[in-house]
């Protein structure tokens, strides 16, 4: 089965300055990656995804990057802001939406004032 | 929009007694709903997938007698655990997809207390 390896397990950054977590999976059929920000408690918020055809995808100030090659993808923040603070998952599947997640172990982002 | 919603969002039970957890999707069909358990501090795990209509696919390692999986229709599909023990307390969340589409939403979640 898929296994997916994400680091760091915590990152702290100044607030404004950037933030960068990276997943690598083995399923070389997967084909869909998706990010999720969850706070303490709540349900994970999607906050980006990219599909196998793409190599990167921007929203505002979250990036995604992918490098199918060597399997492993990446999430960008820039301009952090302390409502940003919160665990980030990275997940893949074989996309098509009848596959379930495969979810990375999740990076605490802590955003200093 | 695409909501799902779960009940009850808490749920503390005696050991040996059974609980049924509902997901359902609020404004869209759900080709298939998904079951994860996340334990304190740690990521999700994939239980099991449902897809309306017909039994459901669990994961290596989960019991389908002990978490009973019904999707009776396109917009509901309950997950039962029987007989709990407090071992199985954990956050359990739903998620579900429209017909053909990666996007998985999640519901809130069900916190679990089996004492």
């Known amino acids: 089965g898929e296994n997916v390896e994400q680091h760091p397990s915590t990152l702290s950054v100044q607030e404004g300055d950037s933030a960068v977590i990276k997943c690598t999976y083995s399923?070389?059929?997967?084909?869909?990656f998706p990010w999720y920000k969850q706070e303490l408690g709540k349900r994970p918020q999607l906050i980006i995804d990219?599909?196998?055809?793409?190599g990167e995808k921007k929203d505002q100030r979250i990036a995604v990057t992918l490098n199918k090659t060597a399997k492993h993808f990446s999430l960008h923040i820039t301009e952090t802001q302390p409502e940003d603070s919160a665990v980030y998952f990275c997940?893949?599947?074989?996309?098509?939406?009848?596959?379930?997640?495969?979810f990375g172990k999740g990076t605490h982002l802590i955003i200093q004032p | 929009g695409a909501v799902v919603s779960q009940h009850p969002s808490r749920v503390i039970c005696k050991s040996g007694t059974s609980v049924k957890i509902e997901c359902r999707s609020l404004?869209?069909?759900?080709?298939?709903m998904f079951w994860y358990r996340q334990f304190p501090k740690q990521s999700l795990m994939l239980m099991a997938t449902?897809?309306?209509?017909?039994?459901?696919?669990?994961e290596q390692g989960v019991e389908k007698d002990k978490f009973l999986i019904n999707h009776a229709s396109l917009t509901l599909s309950t997950l039962t655990v029987t007989s709990a023990h407090p071992e199985d307390s954990s956050f359990y969340i739903c998620?579900?997809?429209?017909?053909?589409?990666?996007?998985?939403?999640f519901g809130p979640g069900t916190r679990l207390l089996v004492l």
């Open positions: 997940a893949a599947s074989r996309g098509g939406g009848a596959d379930g997640l495969t």
């Open positions: 399923d070389s059929a997967s084909n869909y």
């Open positions: 998620s579900a997809t429209r017909w053909y589409q990666e996007t998985q939403y």
């Open positions: 990219i599909r196998s055809n793409v």
């Open positions: 404004d869209f069909q759900a080709t298939t």
């Open positions: 449902s897809n309306e209509g017909s039994k459901a696919t669990y």
